[in-house]
């Protein structure tokens, strides 16, 4: 018995229960309706009948009246006779209508009113006593034939009433039988269905129970369930409930949870797809993930999810079970990090054949540079035994083989030697062996690394001729690193010094050799330290003066000794400085002889070694310039700083105190003592710029000088148009030819072309119209510049004072200037390595010309 | 504008007159605070030696300094005010004779706000000063004094 019995058995048995009573109910009514009509028809035939005998005592009572009057003449006869006749006429209508409906009836009545009219014609004859025998004896025939007729009636009507009454009692019997039949029926198919209803509420109660226990279960899975799990509505996916272990797990406490969404522990990227999965969510177990979910502290742990659907306090719910993976998952990508790593790190590597060999030697897996080194693509040699890569001669003594056990037994094997390519020829290879074994010490295999270094033992052997050569030089060479320490040393070299290979090689080179202490004026080491120095510096050789070094004798004491050192860089790669080769040439003998040689220059053997000692003297001599020329220049530098703050200070206390004197006491003045604070104040005045005309001169000389690519045609213009806007009032004529350019310091070369298109402007400024041109031109093969005027020009006897310093050729008050200009000029122009110089004519303009 | 103090750090006392007539001139009524070598300034900024006890939030709104003091020269004095929490924002206006490269590229390598060279003419020097004044009392809005402890 299940569901199927209760509605395909029941509902159908109820149904024809229904069916009966209601046939059983309009049965019942139509058989009131029926008995209603029999009682009509019966009450019908009892008037009928009623009327009949009512007609026929009418009619007597006329007899009797009217033979009353007959008899007696007594009027009230004859009144009682008149009011009976209407009521004798009212019972033959009430008959007539009664018996409309019955042709049997009405065929009798239709005979009987003329027998009645005709009797009650002759009662009426009756007082005619003439006649009255007649009369009596025909009015006996006539109510015999009425009798007669009024009998048939009656009995007809009361045969109609039998035969329905007759109808009425089978029709009731037929009635009762339905009853009784229908009900019963009824009555059976309920108490079916009743056992069914109670059949199917004991088997509902039953499921009840074990629904409980179920529930109870699955509360005590649920709960002490270890893993994370809740249950949430499918729809709203709010929490419905939720076990101890997801409260431990995601630190929500269980009310904060069945306040929550299930999106609301998924990080909010993930919140769209939550949304949209749960649209599709199947009725059935799922499980899917990994996926994020956040604790209620924000760490995000990464989870698979089992989910089942249940119904949950009557609401679609699913049962969620949580494991996090956050651990599993990590270790399994550092894992495969490393490993992908790994692979990806030996399979990429090109200058390593780098291999697998199984326990016997054949070869399991290949890389990219054992392909490049050995030439066998990996489909090739896969499987194959690794003897294959030895020579032949090497396979017959056994080595691989040898190779192999040596790993075994000592876990790593490394070894240099020839191995064999693909197309056979030979490369000297480095190969280290490994044991790859695994806990239990099981050998697996082996790992193979091989090295191509045919290249470096090529180079190591080229090395090892080349120091050969080199140290056979005969002439005395050292190298050094640039830390300075010696790498190499040449045979002659240490027979020279005096010293041994194997003790300088690796150390510093002053550590080898000292100055003298017996010697206070030892300048060896300070003079050799500075050569290197500037070698070092300026990536350049240095060639250093004959320089007196003495050598140190196996016994420690000193020996006198007099070179000719030259220091030359050895460049790397990369344009560093590798080494540095320093080369001596011993002169001592030469320079004793010099030293001796002081009463005769006849003890030179050779014009040659006369030269020699020319230029060692000479190059003393410039060592010594060069000194004070050093010396001198920063003497100058902070000379000159002084003049450019010492000397200007003054000036300005004369020139500010003047100022003060004129503003503050000028009305005790008269006109001449104003006019000589105004002179001192110009004075001063011309002094300041005196000071950095002359300080703007020896920047000139001191500056460090680079040369470049200059526009000498725009910076003409840029100046042309400085000068313009200082002074707006001139009208001057400025031109210069385009394209001209020019290798030198673009900021002295500014300098330059400032002070002469400066010097035109100035000596133009007489002229109405002042025309100045700057151009070029070839003069003696070199391209000259000019720049030329139709100013106050100048005598040309003086054209050679004009380049001097405060060399001035015109007063000034005519043209002011410090006279340095032009000296600046020249000063520039010399340090380019060029010329400058004037044409003019006083009153026809100058011309100043120069090269770079 | 009491409060606006300048420090002149001057030890050539013909500039010295000359600069305060130069903000005299300019209406530039500010107390002058001079100090005459590199120790005497850093005395004053650090309240140390003749300074001992000054009260040191108030500190000047500009520094004058020249560059050849006595002493302690002009570059030091910068590099100590740079290095101590108490005086590294203060404006500091290099106010000197020289127009040596190295010393305006030591200058504002130091830290300084600004270098000026005193020209020779006075009226020029009139000028300097006039726009100094007018940009660092009175544009210029300098960093709060730090409290000092």
């Not at chain 1, 949304?275 to 209620?296: F, I, M, Q």
């Not at chain 2, 007159?17 to 903000?23: C, E, I, Q, V």
Request: net charge neutral.
């Amino acid at each position: 018995m299940g569901h199927l019995t209760f509605k395909t058995q029941l509902l159908p048995a109820f149904g024809v229960a229904i069916v009966i009573l209601v046939c059983i109910g309009v049965f019942s009514y139509k058989r009131a309706l029926q008995e209603d009509t029999d009682q009509r028809w019966v009450a019908h035939t009892h008037q009928v009948l009623e009327q009949l005998d009512a007609l026929l005592s009418s009619l007597l009572d006329q007899e009797t009246a009217r033979r009353g009057y007959a008899i007696t003449q007594n009027p009230s006869f004859l009144e009682r006779a008149d009011a009976g006749l209407n009521e004798l006429q009212q019972h033959l209508l009430s008959l007539r209508e009664l018996t409309s409906d019955n042709p049997i009836q009405g065929g009798e009545l239709r005979r009987l009113a003329p027998l009645v009219t005709a009797r009650l014609a002759l009662l009426t004859d009756l007082s005619n006593p003439a006649e009255r025998r007649s009369t009596v004896i025909k009015g006996k025939f006539l109510m015999d034939q009425i009798r007669a007729i009024i009998l048939a009636m009656k009995r007809e009507e009361q045969e109609l009433l039998a035969k329905r009454l007759q109808a009425a009692a089978a029709s009731s019997g037929r009635m009762k039988t339905i009853l009784i039949v229908g009900n019963t029926m009824s009555l059976v198919l309920l108490l079916a269905a009743g056992f069914v209803i109670r059949s199917e509420t004991d088997r509902r109660d039953r499921t009840q129970r074990e629904l409980q226990a179920a529930e109870e279960r699955y509360h005590q899975l649920f709960d002490r369930n270890p893993l994370p799990g809740w249950v949430h509505d499918r729809q709203s996916r709010s929490f419905l409930d939720v076990n101890a272990a997801a409260i431990a797990h995601y630190g929500y406490s269980r009310e904060e949870f069945l306040n929550l969404k299930i999106t609301d522990i998924r990080p909010t990227e993930e919140r769209p797809a939550v949304l949209e999965s749960a649209h599709r969510a199947p009725d059935r177990a799922e499980s899917s993930g990994p996926c994020k979910h956040r604790k209620k502290s924000g760490e995000m742990i990464d989870v698979e999810i089992s989910s089942y659907p249940l119904v949950f306090e009557g609401r679609e719910a699913r049962l969620v079970v949580a494991i996090d993976i956050t651990e599993r998952k990590r270790a399994e990508e550092t894992l495969r990090g490393s490993e992908e790593r790994f692979r990806l790190m030996v399979s990429t590597v090109k200058d390593y054949a780098i291999l697998m060999l199984d326990a016997e030697g054949r070869v399991v897996s290949w890389n990219e540079g054992a392909e490049r080194i050995k030439g066998y693509p990996a489909g090739e040699i896969l499987g194959q035994h690794f003897s294959r890569f030895y020579p032949e001669e090497d396979v017959r003594d056994g080595k691989p083989k040898f190779e192999l056990e040596q790993t075994i037994k000592l876990g790593r094997f490394e070894d240099e030697g020839w191995r064999v390519r693909k197309d056979g020829s030979r490369f000297w290879a480095n190969v280290i062996i490994t044991a790859l074994r695994d806990e239990t010490g099981h050998l697996h295999g082996f790992a193979k690394v091989t090295r191509d270094i045919t290249e470096r033992k090529r180079i190591e052997q080229m090395h090892l001729h080349f120091r050969g050569l080199f140290e056979s030089l005969p002439g005395l060479y050292l190298v050094l690193t640039p830390e300075l320490k010696i790498v190499a040393v040449s045979d002659a070299y240490l027979q020279a010094t005096m010293t041994k290979r194997d003790e300088i090689l690796g150390r510093g080179i002053f550590e080898v050799f000292p100055d003298n202490p017996d010697d206070p004026k030892a300048t060896g080491v300070s003079n050799l330290r500075a050569s290197l120095e500037r070698v070092r510096k300026d990536a350049a050789t240095d060639t250093m003066a004959i320089q007196k070094y003495d050598i140190r004798r196996p016994d420690g004491s000193f020996e006198e000794r007099f070179w000719s050192p030259i220091n030359s860089p050895v460049f790397g790669a990369e344009r560093q400085i590798e080494y540095i080769i320093h080369r001596i040439e011993d002169v001592t003998e030469f320079v004793r002889q010099k030293k001796r040689g002081d009463d005769g220059e006849s003890a030179m053997r050779t014009r040659m070694e006369q030269m020699e000692a020319e230029i060692f003297r000479s190059s003393q001599e410039v060592q010594l310039a060069n000194r004070q020329l050093r010396q001198a220049n920063q003497e100058l530098e902070s000379f000159s700083y002084s003049v450019s703050h010492d000397l200007r200070a003054p000036l300005r206390a004369i020139d500010g105190f003047s100022q003060a004197l004129l503003e503050d006491y000028g009305q005790n003045l008269d006109a001449m003592g104003l006019d000589y604070l105004r002179r001192a104040r110009s004075a001063s005045q011309r002094m300041g710029v005196l000071i950095d005309d002359l300080l703007n001169l020896s920047r000139v000389t001191r500056a460090e000088m680079r040369r470049e690519p200059v526009d000498m045609s725009r910076l003409a213009n840029v100046i042309a148009v400085e000068l313009r806007t200082a002074h707006p009032e001139r009208q001057v004529d400025f031109l210069a030819s385009p394209g001209l350019h020019a290798e030198g310091d673009s900021r002295l070369v500014r300098v330059v072309l400032e002070n002469l298109i400066g010097n035109s402007w100035k000596f133009t400024s007489k002229r109405e119209r002042a025309q100045i041109e700057f151009g070029a031109l070839q003069a003696n093969g070199n391209k000259a510049f000019f720049v030329r005027d139709n100013g106050a020009g100048f005598d040309q006897n003086h054209a050679d004072r004009l380049f001097g310093a405060f060399q001035r050729l015109h007063g000034m008050n005519e043209f002011p200037g410090t006279g340095i200009g032009l000296a600046t000029v020249q000063r520039i122009i010399q340090r380019h390595g060029g010329r400058v110089w004037a044409e003019g004519a006083v009153e026809k303009g100058a011309t100043i010309y120069f090269t770079l | 504008m009491d409060d606006k103090i300048i420090l002149l750090v001057e030890d050539n006392p013909d500039d010295e007159a000359l600069t305060l007539r130069a903000l005299k001139k300019n209406n530039i009524k500010n107390e002058v605070v001079v100090a005459r070598d590199g120790v005497e300034a850093l005395g004053y900024l650090f309240a140390t030696g003749s300074h001992a006890g000054r009260n040191l939030s108030v500190m000047p709104q500009i520094v004058l300094l020249d560059l050849k003091l006595p002493r302690v020269d002009g570059f030091e004095v910068l590099r100590r005010l740079r290095g101590d929490e108490r005086t590294k924002l203060l404006p500091v206006v290099i106010l000197t004779t020289s127009n040596e490269e190295k010393d305006r590229i030591n200058g504002y390598g130091l830290g300084a706000n600004s270098f000026v060279r005193k020209p020779v003419e006075f009226d020029g020097f009139i000028e300097a000063v006039r726009q100094l004044g007018l940009y660092w009392l009175i544009l210029n809005q300098p960093a709060p004094v730090p409290r000092s402890s």
